[in-house]
């Protein structure tokens, strides 16, 4: 665990509720672990308060044996953040996060729920500087449709003007709200609160409302992963590589990720592999961040004879490590011999090993130059790729 501010009541600290089991969104796995623009749910929130400069530590509270998949939601977020095991139900899971953070004493605490993956930094500003004059401050949005009452019939109408729809995170001077949770426990007040305002508003805490966003929604069925990649910001991106290498001795070439026999060797530093070498150029142009020769330069002796798989992984870690993801990739190798097409299925399924995780949409095609230039007279080969990410826009 990795603390960025010492305990002091200056301190702002983020719960992250993660304890649910997820069920109506389908796919077996709860559904702060399903992967979400490439990433999964929970590392989507948790990252949000990591990265906002005034929230100082982050507790993640996750489900009873529940550790191995949060630790692989997270990656490398795990080390930045504390984690506690929730309860039977969302209150008592906030109440054990509460109390793991009392060593800390922080002085002012937002409850969030994973299940809202897009946490405006904007709105989480505007919950703590609330909580400078209020004991509570809750983000909420306008009511625009109609209400009634009823189910099958309308008996009645409600006034939308009277009410707000809430979201989070619902932000509490610390003391104050663990004490509510306190007083609900011992079944004072409210123990089937639907969220922390009735909690607090049980204790007598006067919660203020803030505006709040509409990009902070909750995922809570199958569909919602839809409409929370519409809203999550994304952005999609396309970069291109070509490489090419000269025939010399040996008796196979390595194209993407596959030992192809042939009765000359491809010439290079590593392995040779035009193909991963131009799409490894691919995902890094896309993502601006230079070419394969800078990642991996030549003159390193460490990188003779390396396996060009080294390559790609490291360019698909990156884009991981973005909160992005590699939607589409395309090789074509350009060569008069050796054939392509015994060995297609393979490359293609090489290629998305080394891609697991992206979900990649994968293609190898090959061409000939009918005989012309340096590759018509089978004096080496070429490749050509492009990769398409879809990456975090604005202000994600």
Known sequence: MSERDDSSPSLVAALVVAAGRGERAGGGLPKQFRPLCGR??????VDAFLRHPAVGHVQLVIPEGGDEAARNALGSLWDSVGVNTGGASRQESVRFGLEALEPLRPGKVLIHDAARPFVPGAMIDRVIAALDQHEGACPALPVVDSLRKGTSLVEGELDRDDVVRVQTPQGFRFDAILKAHGLAASGIGTNAASDDVAVARAAGVRVALVAGDERAMKVTTAEDFARAEALSGMIFVTGTGFDVHSFGPGDHVWLCGVRVPHPSGLVGHSDADVGLHALTDAILGALGDGDIGQHFPPSEPRWKGASSDRFLAHAAALVRAAG?????????IIAEAPKVG?????????????????GTRVSVKATTTEGLGFTGRREGIAAQAAATLQLPGGER
């Open 342 to 358: 015994p060995h297609r299925d393979r490359m293609v399924e090489r290629l998305r090993e080394i891609l697991a995780g992206h």
């Open 324 to 332: 992005g993801r590699i939607v589409h990739a395309d090789v074509t």
């Open 40 to 45: 999964p749910l929970v590392a989507h929130a």
